[in-house]
């Protein structure tokens, strides 16, 4: 079984920077997918940033070039370093993990693992 446990969302203002972190439980990163999703009230959830066991990474459109995606094997931790934020950055952040993902899309149904979220909030 893997548990997910995301930290470090919170309040910032447009223009600034927040790093968000998933404690993984349960096994080794070595050959698992990863990713992160958000959503807002309201909307669908929309798939950000994931990584696969080769370390290749793909990211939405709308975060490209401002959202990296760093995953730790060792302290069995994943990342999303967020900067130049935006109010439309504002939603839950949840992590994911997979074991059978595809390179070079964020899809939920890769993942088989979810975390519980964590609030994210973008002031202009």
């Known amino acids: 079984q893997v548990q997910l446990v995301e930290s470090g969302g919170g309040s910032v203002q447009a223009g600034g920077s927040l790093r968000l972190s998933c404690a993984v439980s349960?096994?080794?990163?070595?050959?698992?997918?990863m990713g992160w999703f958000r959503q807002a009230p309201g909307k669908e959830r929309e798939g950000v940033a994931s990584i696969v066991n080769d370390d290749r990474t793909t990211y939405a459109a709308s975060v490209k070039g401002r959202f990296t995606i760093p995953k730790d094997n060792a302290k069995k931790t994943l990342y999303l370093q967020m900067n130049s934020l935006k109010p439309e950055d504002t939603a839950m952040y949840i992590c994911a993990a997979g074991f059978y993902c595809v390179a070079g899309r964020i899809s939920p149904v890769d993942f088989a693992y979810w975390g519980q979220g964590t609030q994210v909030a973008v002031s202009s």
């Open positions: 349960g096994k080794s990163l070595r050959n698992a997918c």
